[in-house]
């Protein structure tokens, strides 16, 4: 018989299983009729010769059930059959189930979505050719991952043309291009488009989906290439991703762009979390930025990596790169643009970039690494969970087993059936793990700023099967250890009911888990707490200014074609037409909305260094200052404080006079405590100084709510751009927002208002990751107690039916009901303290690597540490009172029949 | 006398002997086994019809029903080709076998 025809009989043999039953049947009555016949024949009587037939053949049903093993498929008529018994068994228990079912899904599901979530941001490599051979190049002692180190275009050049180890240098940027303008038919979009040299799709070894990348070629000429590669999402988007996409044009900034291409799918460029809707050349850099120019040398605002071939050393590239940058250093001259960072006299400094670079990386590297922790002390719970169910249903069980056993059940058939039954559980957790991945992971992706392109988020397979594996080794090794140990031996006693438990011992393996997990909880708990009073803290610290009723908008009108004056004439017009609004107090512009944080668009981040006239610097001191440029009544529409002198007003503004505010701090840091109004400032750490100081505000957040007070000077920009405006109104102010849009597109339709918001809901944004992380600890914190009260439940309760003759016997003996409760209550607590002092202890450890992330609270928090230990006793004791009534109620007759 | 005990091996072979002859269905088997060797020999169902479902899944012997003696339906067996094939090497194999204990029986 051939293998097809095998799988013919195999499967005959699965489905019409009673056919081929019946038929057997028919066939053994036919041969016993036959042999009756016979018998006849030699002489016995009708009755003797079928009776004699019967014992001839034997013993019909053994020989039945040989014969169907024959067929080939008994194990899998088993197996459905296990299936079927252990669906029934879920149903009849459904208290177990359910517990079960929720443990391993949690446990599962909040692992996998959190490492999903962990892997795309600090481990995932990029999805180009070699990515361990990239290296980016910046500054030293510079944080990668927090700063960028920007360059210009020349320097560029210069390096990949005189350094051949750099011969495969790449240069790109996402800082400058802060939103561009994508003109729709029916409105404007911002999106992000990614300045990229020629070189950049080759060097990374990355090749279009549709059409061609860009080449050298594409990135001679300034100006000359108005070409684009879109990504793969985008098009899908915006060309409903359709194939003949080749030669289609978008409007950026008012200039024609032609599509040639089509990223890869899954190709985000080199910045984890900020994925690019489209490339273009360096050689457009003016018309995307509205600017700046690629050729110039000053204007600093590439960042670059390199492909190292594999041998080289990083520090023959490190030396290579910095001979280059001293010689340039040595040609280099004029004034540096206010947004880039200083790199002059520091040495550049290679470093293995892989994973690309990310500032998401920096904001969030931390918290995350807390929150794997975390949530591994959950899967920890809920795998000891599942652990403490097994136990006590196993041992409830002894019984079924040990008369299956009696009647003759293999300990290999067992064991079988339960390995399914364990398997089943597992899978169906693992089902409802995969589902609460998935809600956890969607959730996660809202909590990230709104930059980052939550495409790239999808649930991370790996992730998912490790923790289905493990919990599937969990459920296995605890399903079976019972089992394995039965003996023989033991058939009586497990028939009877009884196991051969140290029933006596309070600390036997089920409570030992239990005492675990509470431990477990209080450190999650504990966690939640110190991440409570941290935010609570950031939300109540000092602006200075009032955050409410404020409205923030950008706009860039130099990036719709405005220059110098008309910008001017453009602002006065818009904050003219918005005062008339009713319900406006004041309105305002400033280059730097303050609390921004540092990946927002239309904002400008400035610090640069200045110095007071007469004043040199000592040595090593700083001299950096933050700038703000700003409108006349600024201070007013912020509610900041007028400490000393006057605002600007508008002879100031019209005239363009050198004159400045400082707040307190920057005051005396130019100045030492001596008089600050009317002396003189200037850029730069020697040399001129023109600029007046006509008044001192008090000290106001610029960046984000935990920074010490940052030195600032506030100057006058008639016609700069971007610029935020800020609206102060007196009642609430979303209700003016459609009436400022409507006032701007009838001012110019072109210069769309970007980033509307309140400063309210800014400040809510910059505690962003502090709201993150104290979601999740206190998600995480009280499922893992939740899910510690069921065990030591569960724990507690298994003993007390354990004991159940036990206490018969006490009351029978005259023991009181309260002193039954008693017993059991001290038990199960004697557990949980157990759990809550080794929980302290382990917090009081761990808290200090939160240091770093805590607000105004020390580690070792004493309202934290108070409070969790008594909410847990309490949930212990709630956790507890159930089984113990059940203590207090037994009924010493039905206890002393059980037997 | 006493009745040796039939090996699993020979047990197949003998039966597929027995349907070289002629197709026959279960009770056929069992009587030709004991008449043709003289009421050596005896099968007990249990070995039987295990077997003979064994070598229907081997692809040796096929089966059919049909109409027995006394008017009624009864499973037939026959040999297949691959049957007649295994037929041939096993018989091989027990001549060898029996050459080989005969010769180590009838050393002194």
Not at chain 1, 230 to 249: I, L, M, P, Y
Not at chain 1, 360 to 387: D, K, Q, W
């Amino acid at each position: 018989m051939n293998v097809w025809q095998k799988l013919q009989y195999r499967l005959r043999a699965l489905f019409q299983k009673q056919k081929l039953d019946l038929e057997m049947d028919e066939e053994f009555r036919s041969h016993i009729e036959m042999r009756t016949q016979q018998n006849i024949g030699s002489g016995m009587s009708a009755e003797e010769a079928r009776f004699v037939a019967l014992r001839q053949f034997g013993w019909a049903e053994s020989i039945r059930e040989t014969c169907r093993e024959q067929r080939g498929v008994s194990w899998l008529e088993t197996l459905v059959m296990d299936i079927g018994y252990g669906l029934r068994q879920l149903r009849k228990n459904p208290g177990f189930a359910v517990v079960a079912l929720i443990s391993l899904g949690l446990g599962i599901g909040c692992t996998a979505a959190v490492f999903t979530f962990v892997d795309t941001v600090l481990l995932r490599k990029l999805p180009v050719r070699s990515p361990d051979q990239l290296v980016a190049i910046g500054g030293r002692d510079q944080n990668f991952n927090l700063n960028a180190s920007y360059f210009s275009y020349p320097f560029y050049q210069h390096v990949r043309d005189t350094q051949p180890i750099f011969s495969e240098l790449i240069a790109s940027s996402m800082a400058v291009s802060s939103g561009v303008n994508l003109r729709r038919t029916d409105g404007i979009d911002r999106v992000r488009v990614e300045i990229v040299s020629g070189n950049y799709f080759e060097v990374l070894g990355v090749s279009a989906a549709v059409g061609r990348v860009l080449t050298p070629k594409d990135d001679q000429t300034p100006s000359a290439h108005p070409v684009v590669v879109v990504s793969h999402t985008a098009w899908q988007r915006r060309f409903g991703g359709k194939a003949e996409v080749c030669g289609e044009t978008v409007r950026l900034n008012g200039q024609v762009f032609t599509v040639i291409g089509v990223a890869p799918n899954g190709f985000f460029g080199t910045r984890p979390g900020l994925a690019p809707d489209f490339w273009a050349p360096i050689m457009m850099t003016k018309e995307l930025t509205g600017g700046i120019s690629p050729v110039q040398r000053n204007q600093n605002y590439l960042e670059f990596m390199a492909r190292l071939r594999p041998g080289v050393d990083l520090r023959k590239a490190e030396a290579a790169v910095a001979v280059a940058h001293q010689h340039w250093l040595g040609a280099e001259s004029g004034p540096r643009p206010a947004k880039a960072p200083l790199l002059q006299n520091q040495p550049l400094q290679l470093k293995p970039a892989p994973r690309g670079l990310s500032i998401l990386r920096g904001h969030y590297g931390l918290p995350l690494i807390i929150l794997m922790g975390a949530v591994s002390l959950l899967f920890l719970i809920s795998c000891s969970n599942v652990a403490i169910l097994l136990l006590a249903r196993a041992s409830a069980r002894t019984r079924e087993f040990g008369i299956r056993l009696a009647l003759g059940a293999g300990r290999r058939r067992i064991i079988r059936q339960l390995i399914t039954e364990n398997l089943l559980l597992c899978l169906l957790g693992g089902g409802c793990g995969l589902a609460i991945s998935i809600f956890l992971g969607r959730l996660l992706r809202t909590y990230l700023p709104g930059t980052a392109d939550t495409g790239q988020f999808a649930p991370n397979p790996g992730a998912f099967s490790f923790t289905l594996l493990v919990s599937v080794l969990t459920g296995l090794s605890f399903g079976l250890a019972p089992s394995l140990a039965l003996r023989r031996t033991e058939l009586v006693r497990a028939m009877k009911g009884h196991i051969t438990s140290r029933s006596g011992r309070t600390l036997d393996t089920r409570n030992l888990f239990s005492a675990i997990q509470v431990s477990l909880s209080v450190v999650l708990m504990i966690g939640a707490g110190l991440f409570l009073r941290t935010l609570h803290n950031l939300k109540s610290v000092d602006l200075g200014f009032h955050r409410e009723h404020l409205l923030l908008a950008s706009l860039d009108p130099a990036k719709s074609g405005y220059v110098n004056n008309r910008i001017g004439i453009f602002w006065n017009q818009l904050i003219e037409r918005i005062r008339q609004l009713p319900g406006v107090n004041s309105v305002s512009l400033a280059s730097h909305g303050s609390l921004s944080g540092v990946l927002a668009t239309g904002t400008r981040f400035i610090n640069t260094s200045m110095h007071a006239e007469g004043i040199a610097p000592e040595p090593g001191e700083n001299t950096m200052y933050y700038i703000n440029f700003v409108a006349p009544s600024y201070f007013k529409t912020l509610g900041m404080r007028l400490l000393a002198g006057r605002d600007f007003n508008q002879h100031d503004q019209q005239n363009a006079a050198n004159v400045a505010l400082v707040n307190e701090t920057a005051a005396r840091a130019f100045f030492k405590g001596e008089e600050a109004i009317r002396r003189r400032i200037g850029r730069g750490k020697a040399g001129p100084a023109e600029i007046e100081i006509i008044g001192i505000v008090n000290d106001a957040k610029y960046l984000n709510v935990k920074e010490a007070a940052l030195p600032t000077v506030y100057m006058l920009s008639p016609n700069g751009s971007p610029m935020t405006l800020h609206v102060r109104s007196l009642t609430d102010v979303r209700m003016l927002i459609s009436l400022i849009q409507r006032e701007a597109g009838a001012l110019d339709p072109n210069v769309p208002l970007f980033n509307i918001q309140t400063m309210a809901g800014r400040v809510d944004e910059s505690l962003r990751q502090e709201r993150l992380l104290f979601s999740l600890a206190s998600l995480l914190g009280v499922l893992g107690t939740l899910l510690a009260a069921i065990g030591l439940y569960g724990a507690l309760s298994y003993s007390v039916i354990q004991r159940t003759r036990e206490i018969g016997i006490r009351m029978a003996l005259g023991a009181q009901r309260s002193s039954m409760l008693a017993m059991a209550l001290r038990r199960g607590m004697i557990v949980a303290t157990v759990g809550i002092c080794a929980g302290l202890l382990g917090a009081a450890g761990l808290a200090r690597l939160l240091r770093v992330l805590l607000f105004g609270i020390s580690p070792i928090d004493r309202a934290t540490f108070v409070v969790v230990p008594i909410v847990l006793a309490s949930v212990a004791l709630v956790a507890c009172w159930i089984p113990a009534r059940r203590a207090a109620n037994v009924d010493p007759l039905v206890a002393l029949r059980y037997e | 006398m006493e009745k040796p005990d039939l090996l699993q091996g020979t047990l197949d072979m003998l039966i597929l002997k027995v349907l070289s002859r002629e197709a026959t269905h279960g009770f056929g088997i069992c009587q030709r086994i004991q008449h043709w060797s003289n009421d050596v020999l005896s099968v007990g169902e249990g070995s039987l019809y295990p077997a003979l479902y064994r070598l229907q899944d081997n692809g040796w012997i096929e089966s059919e029903w049909g109409q027995s003696e006394n008017n009624r339906r009864a499973k037939y067996y026959q040999l297949t080709k691959a049957g007649r094939k295994q037929l041939e090497a096993e018989s091989k194999g027990w001549d060898q076998m029996c050459l080989a204990i005969r010769q180590i029986m009838q050393t002194a």
